[in-house]
């Protein structure tokens, strides 16, 4: 049997179909795709993107190959790719996330609010935001309709149990010591929130689609992106990945598979796309991997921390 898997997805821009979405026992989606789905639901996302997303573009053609990825991408999620028995966490808007367990395969609601649905029985009780650790509100908190928090499990079974927060949790095996990831899982926020000032920034923005930040947490058919940029000149793609501590050399083929997609995927026909890694420290072997990926740059950050002595008055 296959694991369950936990995805947080938004019901409406700002949460505005969260009330008749529990009322109603549903999540669902939109994306200006007015058409039944039931027989075009194939069980990779690649081969629905490939299909829906021209359709998308025709319907929207103001918006750009990446918008168009990611709203197929988030369409063929909801309807396929969530399995059922999965537990989804939906924002309600002031602060708490609605708990529920697919219950139901795909079906279509014509002239209805998010009319592409998923029957949900919801849970009773809902997670407070406050009570999250600071890297699931980080992960959860991410533009785009759908992200996928599995990595969590561990924290959300026990936020969905009513026992509380647990202290420190790191799924990451790339991490060697959870405390360091302690201090440094406000990197990916510190990072966006600065970008003009780093040095990448003076080169690249962060990719945006109607002034929102969509390049932050971007969902692949290989998982989640951390950072998603694009030059000033709009001719080259930054795909960038983020190491809470120690970067390993299986970073570098993580990387590459997201620029694989971005380069199949996302990007025009004028445009290239590169590969950043950002560590605290590197070794040996990812010094090897990197000496022969011409295409992808390391960048080390630091941790600067000081304590000053007030004066008596």
């Known amino acids: 049997m296959e ?24 999540i669902g989606g939109d994306f200006g795709i007015k058409i039944n789905l039931k027989d075009d639901l194939p069980d990779n996302m690649r081969d629905f ?17 990446v918008a168009a990825g990611l709203a197929c991408g988030a369409l063929w999620t909801i309807s396929k790719g969530i399995n059922l ?5 939906c924002p309600d808007g002031q602060g708490n996330y609605l708990i529920g367990e697919i219950s139901s395969s795909y079906f279509y609601k014509a002239e209805e ?8 029985k919801w849970y009773p009780n809902s997670i407070l935001r406050s009570s999250m650790s600071q890297s699931l509100k980080n992960s959860s908190g991410s533009i785009g309709t759908v992200c996928n928090l599995s990595k969590y499990k561990e924290e959300l079974e026990t936020l969905i149990s009513g026992k509380g927060p647990t202290t420190i949790i790191s799924t990451d095996d790339s991490i060697e010591d959870p405390n360091i990831f302690v201090m440094e899982k406000h990197l990916e926020d510190f990072l966006v929130k600065n970008w003009p000032q780093t040095e990448l920034g003076r080169y ?24 998603l940029a694009i030059s000033k000149d709009r ?30 995927e996302l990007a025009e026909e004028n445009q290239t796309v590169k590969g950043v890694i950002i560590a605290i420290e ?31 008055e």
């Open 282 to 312: 590197e070794d040996l072997k990812i010094k090897r991997a990197l000496s022969v990926a011409k295409n992808i740059d390391f960048y080390k950050y630091e941790i600067k921390f000081k304590l000053e002595k007030s004066l008596k």
């Open 204 to 227: 690249y923005d962060i990719y945006e689609e109607d002034g929102e930040l969509i390049g932050q947490q971007l969902q692949t058919d290989t998982g989640p992106l951390d950072i």
């Open 85 to 89: 028995g999965d537990i989804v966490l």
């Open 113 to 120: 609010v998010l009319p592409h649905r998923r029957e949900v």
């Open 3 to 26: 694991e369950r898997k936990y995805y947080r997805v938004m019901l409406g821009k700002g949460s505005s179909c969260s009330e008749i979405c529990l009322k109603e026992s549903f």
């Open 235 to 264: 001719k080259e793609l930054l795909v960038i990945e983020l190491k809470k501590g120690r970067a390993s050399d299986a970073v570098v083929g993580q990387v590459q598979r997201y620029m694989g997609y971005v380069l199949d």
């Open 49 to 65: 993107n490939h299909k829906f997303r021209p359709i998308f573009r025709n319907n929207r053609p103001e918006k750009t190959k």
